[in-house]
């Protein structure tokens, strides 16, 4: 027998799963809410680890493919002090493949590939198990549909989540302002080379600037401080009003009074910028868990939201890869008829592997947005000789 099987959501762990599902043979309805692929920017490069994220593709067939398109030299870091002094220049050896880079968006073409049942704006408002029909899924639009398993792959703000567990995320007190310059080689060619192959991290008091370089000669700069939710309401204390976010000559003015005093070429990487995205970061408590539910689960940011060390998409899909495994092989394939035996396993595993990697995240963003910049390097040539 078949089972009605989706999950909520196309991003790095919705799309694993469903690639890694339908290799075993097993229809999967994906269900996202964006219109289309392109519907919105795909957002800067992820670095996918060795036995994570790299092992994830490879259960979904996908690794040769994926080492052809992505690039190794942007592992490449460098570190800078405030006043523009070299501290760190470290480059991956040629044949490194700890962690190469690769643009989302080409990740999500990958993904998605000749993946069978992708619906898009599909946007799930609820979800409720235990129906006579089964799990019934709800839509904003008014339509709603019943499955036997409905994976929450729908990141941080999970409208499946609170089938399972009332826990929301809490704001971790770093903030982050994203911005991104184009055709930097051609036309900041100084920027250019201060950023190298890879990326080019500053770290100052309770603030940091990084600049990570993406495909096509696109660079995307995120601007890290440590700050209340509110901080644009007193940031703009000179003019005496609160600084309107969607103002990019305001907050441009904003970031560059924050970071006062930094090298100019590094604030020109913020005077370059074309907008500037506020993105605060969240995450779910480090242990998050709950009673499982027959019929639904969680993966990746909605099951274990934390703070961005590159370890979240790694997750998301080796989650999706494993669970797609284990309910393929472990119950479908043996005939016992039940995916859920398979689903319940598979929690305590995710738990445990995600609760390891939300203690070094949380750890690692206090030592790298921290009161001491000493604390980042020292973090840094941690990661770099572990
Ligand atoms: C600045 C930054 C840099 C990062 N760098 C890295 C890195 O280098 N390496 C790394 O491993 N991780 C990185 N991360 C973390 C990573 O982006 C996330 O952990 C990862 O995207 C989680 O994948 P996901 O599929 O669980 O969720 P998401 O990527 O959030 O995907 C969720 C999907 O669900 C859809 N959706 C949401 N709500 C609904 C709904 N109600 N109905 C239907 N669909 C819905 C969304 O449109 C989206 O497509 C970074 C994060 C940030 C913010």
Redesign the pocket.
Known sequence: MRHRIAV???????LTFARVLQRHGHPVAV????PAPDARPP??????QEGL?QLALDKAGLLAEFQALSRPEGQAMRILDTDGTVLRDWHPRPDERANPEIDRGQLRDLLLGPLDDVRWG????RVVPGTRDGVLVHFADGRQEAFDLVIG???????VRPAVSPVTPHYTGVT?V?TSLDEVDTRHPALARLIGDGSVAVYGVNRSLVAQRNSGGHVKV?AKFRAPLGWHAKLDLDLNRNLDLADVEAVRSGLLALFDGWAAPVLDLLRHGAAFVH?PFYSLPVSHTWTHVPGVTL????AHLMP?L???????MLDGAELAESIATESIASGSGDPDEAVRAFEERMWARAGRWAQITTAGLERLVSPDPAEAIAQFDHVQLS
């Open positions: 909520v959501g196309g991003g790095p762990a919705g269900l996202e809410r964006d957002g800067g490069t992820l670095d996918l994220g599909r946007s799930v408002t792959a729908d990141g941080a703000w999970s409208r982050s994203e995120y993105r993966l990746g940011d909605a961005p590159g370890a979240g998409a790694n997750l998301a």
